[in-house]
């Protein structure tokens, strides 16, 4: 059995008893249905070559935007909690909303720490994205990401579609406990029909192109890739570009990109 399944299996138990056996008519959610979200993740842009440092001998990174959007029926919510000081990071558990009865918790979610950047201060939950280059046609990834957790919100409204249970105004505002070390709870997430997005560069937003030699890549952006949240679908949770790498004078990088390629990370061709 697949490993990402089973470690799905105890959140899918702690809901499958409320889950009726159909939708009540007319294709609404019928009572104590499960409002899932389903996290979409939009494939890299914003490419940007930089050097890392002022150093002449620092080294080169791809810098990308990256983002990922609720296309579900209900709300991402992670609440975070801890008993005392004394616990650095917090519990994550994830609430399921229910049509027309309690909301159900789902515990072990993920760990939330609190981050000191030079640019900000506040809780993230730890590995939501990843971000990772393999060589074209392979499924290893030759540079990880090294992100320290992201602080989850409605950054933009998804405009490309109409989702029934978006809210006329964004919900999730708040700065996860910006500057609030001393916090024991704290709560985020990702309304549906919005967004939560980071440039390029920002905290982590980048991958080392130093030990890669000229030829083909894909750059791979991968959301709740270890299925601790649950989802309607894990279908879009992948997306990827596939990339050609050259050196110029010097080993100055240059990429190109050759193809886009939405909802999955196999990127081997132009879609």
Partial sequence: ?????LRVLPAIAAIAVIVPAALAAGGSAAEGQPLLPDLDQETPNGLVISKAGKAKRGGWRLGFDS???NVGDGPLIINGRRPSLAEETMSAEQV??????PSTVVPDAGRLRYVRSPDHRHWHLLGFDHYELRRAGSTDALVRDRKTGFCLGDRYAVTDRALAAKPPDPVYTSRCGLERSTLLGVSEG???GYGDDYTANLEGQYLSLDRLR???????HLVNDNRRLVESSYDN???SLLLRLRRRAGGVPVIRVLAVCPDTEQCTAAR
Wanted: charged share 15%.
């Fill in 214 to 220: 000229p030829g083909r890549y894909v750059l791979v």
């Fill in 237 to 239: 949770n992948a997306s």
């Fill in 96 to 101: 399921i909303e229910n049509a027309g009865a």
């Fill in 190 to 192: 990702i309304s549906v």
């Fill in 67 to 69: 983002a990922v959007r």
């Fill in 1 to 5: 059995m697949n490993r990402s399944f």
